[in-house]
């Protein structure tokens, strides 16, 4: 069988290539840049992107001579850069990066690109850039920043992209990877049949002559992979934990066990442990130390039930891990670490070694999932719904132990307003962190709030084009939001994962969801309590309202102004809330969640 080979240079979407590769009818492999070797099966190849700088001394190198390669090469992202640097181009740092939605002007004769439209919308992910071309190459696309933006050689054999095609995100660029596909092969036999029976199959045989234990978190995820397991294996043969972290939303985990029992399952415990939550995690601020100890204590939780269960050494722990939460944690040999998945902790990786570990969605994106739930028979409702992180609402309180900001942001703050001035609008940096991930790598830095001047009318084509051209263009900001009104300087406040601080985070989170619940873009739409207060003296809040597919990159939802002025004056009647900010940042370079 003809297969891609795809080269993982260590990019968030290597395993989306291959994924993208497969959609379009083409068997393709992964494999690490040391094993690769060419073989008579594979028709194309290609280099994926990674967090690496082409010129740095121990950049990954490829083990075979492309010159000397009978099948096209497609490099994307630090592919294209290597690609074009081994070939005898040349690739700078450090200026004209670009993240998010970006407009390339493409080249429409050229084979690549086909008879597309001139004007493309794609998805980057960059620091480093092509500056020159190989000789025999010709530029098939660019960027407002960048000049060799995609580029082909001459003789058909080497096409590269600075941009993913394979992220929905980018609009045409299923139509890319296509014609790329149609320079490797005439053949489209792959059947990327359903994998019901598959995945069904293979829990079986992992779990023959044994019981499973499962930790359901009450998402989407877990809901379907415990649904696969009773189809392997019966009901009879699984517990299951629902443990209620106190990290849940509002009424939660009843709602949950009412679905549950409506659709048969049996063996389900539901642990309170809001106040061993609370307590671990008293004090606690940094994000990867909460994610952290979150992680270890569903396993202990997870263990004691097993010591009060007989015959222990027959069980197995079942995970709803999606395959999102296995690239950004790192677990990818050469991939950076994002964030580490609850289900990604050390305690779990010392089980997944032991082979006490059952993940069967791990392959698999949200969409994907829920696909297999439908077919599974779940209820659309329940499979629909947004997805909700596993350590719940405390990867939504932005934790502070200061009431004073470390950093100056005068400067910064300068160019940030010198940047808006021409768009009539304001801003400032807020003494807070979140997480990112540019160019394959994590971020931690500061979201900027950013308003329009009295008189101005909002407009989502202005705030598309600040949000872009802000990030890209100061160091320290990772994230924008926007304000509707004006906003003076807030109070960094102490702020601590505590009962009465989840409650009111619950509270807003409720009025907010059920505001937008009719609305079928908003994917997921996190509301994060900030350590910051007004000048009323009250909470600041932001809400992430985000479409996707799955996972790997967003984009922000355009809420109608009006519709949102009504809904902030709504939360605002709560006694203790503040400002409420709307975050304005796609992914990447922000992520979905801010921890
Ligand atoms: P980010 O924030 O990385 O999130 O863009 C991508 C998706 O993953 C969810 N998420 C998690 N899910 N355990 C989970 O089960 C986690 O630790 C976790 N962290 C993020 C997030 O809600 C989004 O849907």
New binding site residues.
């Given amino acids: 069988m003809e297969k891609i080979a795809i080269i993982d240079f260590g990019g968030q979407y290597t395993h989306l290539i291959s994924r993208r590769i497969r959609n379009l009818g083409v068997y393709s492999e992964i494999y690490y840049p040391e094993d690769f070797q060419i073989s008579n099966e594979i028709c194309g190849i290609i280099f994926s992107g990674g967090p690496q700088n082409v010129n740095s001394k121990d950049t990954f190198k490829i083990n075979f001579d492309i010159t000397k390669s009978k099948v096209p090469i497609l490099g994307i992202c630090y592919g294209h850069q290597l690609l074009a640097s081994i070939l005898g181009g040349k690739i700078k740092s450090g200026e004209n990066t670009e993240y998010g939605a970006t407009a390339v002007q493409i080249d429409a004769d050229c084979r690549i690109f086909n008879k597309m439209k001139n004007d493309q919308q794609v998805w980057m992910s960059h620091g480093d850039y092509v500056s020159s071309l190989p000789k025999n190459f010709k530029i098939t696309a660019s960027s407002e920043s960048i000049k060799i933006a995609a580029f082909e050689s001459d003789d058909g054999r080497f096409y590269g992209f600075q941009f993913h095609p394979e992220v929905t995100h980018s609009t045409n660029g299923m139509q890319m990877l296509d014609n790329f596909l149609k320079k490797c092969t005439a053949i489209r036999d792959w059947d990327s049949k359903h994998f019901k029976d598959d995945l069904i199959a293979k829990v079986r045989e992992k779990a023959v002559g044994k019981k499973l234990i499962l930790l359901l978190?009450g998402?989407v995820?877990s809901m379907v992979a415990l649904k696969l397991c009773i189809s392997a294996v019966g009901n009879e043969n699984i517990f299951s934990i629902h443990v209620d972290t106190g990290f849940m939303r509002k009424n939660e985990s009843r709602e949950l066990k009412k679905h549950f029992d409506n659709l048969g399952f049996q063996n389900i415990k539901i642990i309170d442990a809001e106040k061993l939550y609370l307590n671990e995690l008293e004090g606690v601020v940094k994000p990867e130390k909460k994610?952290l100890i979150?992680?270890k204590l569903f396993v202990d939780i997870a263990n004691d039930e097993l010591a009060k269960l007989d015959a222990k050494e027959d069980w197995m722990l079942v995970q709803?891990?999606?395959y999102?939460?296995t690239i950004?944690s790192g677990n990818s040999k050469k991939s950076a670490k994002?964030?580490?998945?609850?289900?990604?902790v050390e305690e779990i990786e010392k089980l997944i070694k032991a082979g006490k570990i059952i993940e069967p969605l791990k392959e698999l994106y949200?969409d994907e999932v829920r696909e297999l739930g439908t077919e599974l028979g779940l209820p659309k409702f329940l499979v629909q719904r947004h997805?909700?992180?596993?350590?719940g609402l405390a990867?939504r309180v932005i934790c502070s132990d200061k009431i004073k900001r470390d950093d100056d942001f005068e400067k910064e703050e300068k160019k940030l307003n010198e940047m808006l001035l021409k768009y009539g609008m304001c801003g400032i940096i807020l003494p807070i962190k979140s997480?990112g991930?540019q160019g394959d790598f994590r971020t931690y830095h500061h979201p900027a709030v950013v308003w329009f001047e009295e008189k101005k009318t909002p407009n989502w084509q202005v705030l598309k084009k600040v949000s872009t051209k802000i990030i890209n263009n100061l160091k320290t900001v990772n994230r924008l939001v926007f304000s509707q009104n004006k906003i003076e300087k807030p109070k960094l406040t102490k702020l601590f994962l505590e009962k009465s601080n989840l409650m009111e985070l619950r509270e807003v989170d409720a009025i907010l969801r059920k505001k937008t619940n009719i609305i079928e873009a908003i994917w997921?739409m996190?509301i994060v309590q900030l350590p910051l207060i007004n000048d009323d003296g009250k909470r600041d809040y932001v809400i992430r309202p985000v479409c996707?597919q799955d996972?790997m990159s967003?984009n922000f939802y355009e809420m109608d102004f009006f519709y949102l002025k009504n809904m902030i004056s709504e939360v605002q009647k709560l006694p203790n809330v503040g400002d409420i900010f709307y975050d304005i940042t796609t992914?990447p370079p922000?992520?979905?969640?801010?921890?």
């Fill in positions: 978190s998402g995820d994610r979150i992680g709803g891990t999606i999102p939460d950004e994002i964030k580490t998945h609850h289900n990604r949200k997805p909700f992180p596993g350590p990867i997480v991930v997921q996190p996707s996972a967003a992914k922000g992520t979905i969640e801010w921890e």
